[in-house]
């Protein structure tokens, strides 16, 4: 039986279903403070069984009561917030295993403790980041789960919303941590597994490796002197800025180049072999000897024989040129007005420029191939710079005093040296009966590839990394050498006692 009463000394006022008195059955209950509104079934004049408590703001709770509190299955919708949250209640309290569903678009399923999340669940942010995992009053803590907006995965123990401990990142790039962590990054020993291939197994310190390379080192004097002709080895290492070698890092790409001083062109002056460089769009590497370099041909040893065919081709495309072009015999050469590189004398100046960027691109022999770094070392084994074309002179500024004078030699001088020495060069060999023909003498002097070794004098060796993508968002400096080419001294047939002992005829 419905009934109205309005309690005395009190603005409380109920409508339902009475007992003995007591609110029992189904009725509609309104706190003396007109905040809370309850709307449901009632026993013994306690909220019992299904209803619906209403806050004045538009918050409410519909589910279960027992015994005049929010005890079961219910919902509980927040007015200031938005939030909504279905699942299990303790006196009140979200308690139990329950779906909150957030306004900014997160979601959180799993258990709960007395209104925190606590426990095991699923949270998923308001940026689609899935954690699944412990938590603990509200953070990520224990063993988790967490997948990232960037796509990075991370599996291991989590301390108060950060990761801390042993854990496993993959990343979206293909790179993969595993080791230690504190305070979110990386901290204590650690092995990554670059995507470019670099592999640091070592100690971390906040998010960086302990011996991180800074820095590379070519190892040795700081000049390399090399014979005529040669080959030589460059050795490198990874330092840090305290010049500790970084043993614990691998798999970096190393890259070698070699180069010649870039000097200034004349405006008179014709195409030579650096402005051949300029077409091909190679810009002038700037080194710490206060000049800049172009680059220069730098072989792998092994390479030298197919070198050597490729040049014999040379010859033969070099004499068609010649058959099929008509000079005369007075008309002069053109001088490239260079003072890094001069035409032959022997040269004729109507090689077409195919010829030239064939004498470029075609006889290019193996370059020594990238090297990558192991326990912080790499070395560059066997490699030799490359003649250049006979028709070129050039000039390697040895930034040495004259031995004589003990003054340094200017460039006009040792334009000169150079050019002695490369028609002595040319004079030097077997001499040859007169039944040699003409047409023999004159192939030798116009071949345009220089069969005798690199020419003397300074070049520069870098090392440079071209690691892709760049480990940890870093490429290291290039590291600079100087090259000195020696002519090797030579051998003395006899001596004088050798000669003393010769008997007399």
């Known amino acids: 039986m419905a009934t109205s009463i309005k309690e005395p000394r009190s603005s409380s006022f109920y409508v339902g279903e009475l007992k003995q008195q007591l609110r029992d059955g189904y009725g509609l209950y309104i706190y003396p403070n007109s905040f809370f509104r309850y709307e449901g079934e009632w026993k013994q004049g306690k909220k019992h ?3 619906k408590l209403l806050f004045k703001d538009g918050s409410y709770y519909e589910g279960e009561f027992k015994n005049g509190e929010i005890l079961g299955d219910g919902v509980r919708y927040w007015a200031a917030s938005g939030n909504i949250y279905s699942g299990q209640f303790y006196c009140g309290e979200l308690h139990g295993y329950g779906v909150m569903k957030y306004k ?11 209104g925190l999340r606590e426990g095991h669940g699923l949270l998923v942010d308001k940026k689609g980041q899935r954690y699944q995992g412990s938590f603990y009053k509200n953070k990520k803590h224990g ?9 990075d995965q991370y599996e291991g123990h989590w301390v108060m919303d950060q990761r801390k401990g042993h854990g496993i990142l993959l990343c979206s790039d293909g790179s993969v941590y595993e080791g230690q962590w504190s305070g ?8 990554i597994i670059h995507c470019s291939g670099v592999v640091y197994d070592g100690l971390w310190i906040n998010g960086y490796p302990a011996v991180q390379a800074k820095k590379i080192v070519i190892s040795g004097d700081k000049v390399i002197r090399v014979v005529q002709g040669s080959s030589f080895t460059v050795q490198v290492t990874l330092q840090n800025e305290e010049g500790v070698i970084s043993q614990c890092e691998n798999g970096r790409v190393l890259k070698i180049w070699a180069g010649i001083k870039n000097m200034p062109i004349p405006k008179n002056s014709s195409q030579s072999f650096l402005e051949l460089l300029e077409d091909l769009d190679e810009k002038p590497v ?4 206060g000049f800049e370099c172009v680059s220069y ?18 010859i033969r495309m070099y004499d068609f040129e010649i058959a099929s072009s008509s000079v005369a015999k007075g008309d002069q050469e053109s001088e490239c007005g260079l003072e890094g590189l001069k035409e032959s004398e022997d040269a004729p100046s109507n090689l077409g420029e195919s010829t030239q960027f064939l004498m470029l691109e075609d006889t ?19 490699v030799m710079l490359a003649p250049l074309p006979a028709r070129y002179r050039h000039f390697m500024a040895t930034n040495e005093p004259d031995r004589k004078g003990g003054k340094k030699p200017n460039d006009r001088i040792s334009a000169e040296r150079a050019e002695k020495m490369t028609v002595s060069q040319e004079k030097i060999g077997d001499s040859r009966g007169d039944s040699e023909t003409k047409v023999d003498k004159s192939r030798k002097a116009r071949s345009p590839v220089n069969n005798n070794v690199v020419r003397p004098g300074e070049y520069i060796i870098m090392v440079h990394e071209v690691t892709t993508p760049p480990f940890l968002d870093q490429t290291l400096p290039p590291a600079f050498k100087r090259l000195r080419i020696i002519v090797e001294k030579p051998k003395v047939k006899g001596t004088k006692k050798d000669t003393l002992n010769v008997p007399h005829m």
Not at 184 to 191: K, L, P
Not at 286 to 289: M, Q, Y
Not at 297 to 314: F, R, V
Request: glycine letters at 14%; charged letters at 20%.
């Open 184 to 191: 979110d990054v990386f901290s204590g020993q650690g092995t």
């Open 143 to 151: 063993e988790g789960k967490m997948n990232f907006k960037n796509g």
């Open 286 to 289: 700037k080194t710490p000897f």
């Open 297 to 314: 041909p730098l072989i792998d040893a092994a390479s030298t024989t197919e070198a050597q065919n490729i040049e014999a081709h040379m």
């Open 104 to 114: 900014d678009g997160g979601r959180y399923e799993g258990e709960f403790c007395y």
């Open 49 to 51: 069984g299904n209803g």
């Open 364 to 382: 290019d022999p193996s370059w020594p191939a990238s090297q990558r770094v192991k326990q912080g070392h790499a070395v560059f084994p066997d």
